[in-house]
């Protein structure tokens, strides 16, 4: 193959042929905005994160009680240690030691990383969905042709 793609005249097509790509389409929008929906979990995550790491640090002292989240419910009663090094999840159950800094700027490019995927993905959908209203159009135009066609013949 040749990485190029050649463009297909939509118009050409049957009915059918039409709410296959439709069809097509229609999944291919909803996974994309699946997926668009998950990007923007994980930036808002990363975005609490960083809002944490930033004030939560100069917020302790040694000797004041915290809570650790163990899992989204559960929690236990502790103290930090060193309230100015965190543990930081680096992605499929790696944790690093950090301090305040290396963690901000950590989460600081997660965030930006994740932005600047939402962003392309918006425009994919985008372009979807204006490709998905093109074949509707068309469809719709094809569908009542085919009903007109045979009612005009009877006249």
Request: with cysteine; aromatic share 6%.
């Amino acid at each position: 193959m040749s990485g190029k793609q050649e463009g297909v005249n939509i118009e050409s097509l049957s009915a059918q042929q039409l709410t296959a790509v439709k069809q097509q389409l229609d999944e291919e929008v909803e996974h994309l905005t699946a997926s668009y929906t998950q990007l923007a979990a994980a930036q808002a995550k990363f975005k609490e994160c960083l809002r944490i790491v930033q004030t939560g640090s100069s917020s302790f002292d040694d000797n004041k009680d915290i809570l650790v989240p163990l899992t989204n419910s559960l929690y236990v009663k502790g103290k930090l240690s060193n309230p100015d090094r965190v543990i930081v999840d680096v992605g499929t159950g790696f944790y690093v030691e950090k301090d305040t800094k290396s963690a901000t700027d950590f989460y600081d490019a997660k965030v930006k990383e994740l932005g600047a995927n939402i962003q392309n993905l918006e425009a994919i959908v985008q372009g979807k969905t204006n490709n998905l209203r093109v074949v509707e159009e068309v469809l719709r135009q094809k569908v009542l042709a085919q009903g007109a066609g045979p009612a005009s013949a009877q006249v």
